[in-house]
């Protein structure tokens, strides 16, 4: 079995397991968010075609709407970031400075 760098938890939520890897979060055609070991932000490099193109610049990239995670586009995704803050990304926000917003600080 694969060790990956994230888990999900319930029907919205990521949580970043590998301070290495930066996860590029992909939710159809709306704004790459990235997630680091120093927080969270839009993403405004290329996405890698490839998951064996983003390992090697360690990156590791979440297609939300893909089977193996939640099978369907999210409007609303929580974050649990290894800087110890709970994200919330708004997509019908996108745009807005209410995009992407601390919901919970220090989770662990």
Not at 24 to 34: A, D, P
Not at 38 to 45: A, D, H, N, Q
Not at 53 to 82: C, M, N, P, R, W
Request: avoid cysteine; aromatic fraction near 10%; proline fraction near 1%.
């Amino acid at each position: 079995m694969i060790e990956k760098n994230f888990i999900t938890s319930g029907r919205n939520t990521v949580i970043h397991k590998v301070k290495k890897f930066d996860l590029l979060i992909v939710n159809g055609e709306k704004s790459v968010v990235i997630i680091s070991h120093r927080g969270i932000g839009i993403y405004k490099g290329e996405v890698p075609a490839k998951r064996s193109i983003a390992k090697k610049a360690y990156q590791d990239i979440v297609d939300i709407a893909s089977a193996e995670l939640f099978g369907e586009e999210k409007t609303l995704l929580f974050v649990q970031a290894l800087d110890g803050i709970e994200y919330k990304i708004d997509y019908s926000k996108e745009g807005t400075t209410s995009f992407i917003k601390i919901h919970q600080n220090h989770y662990m």
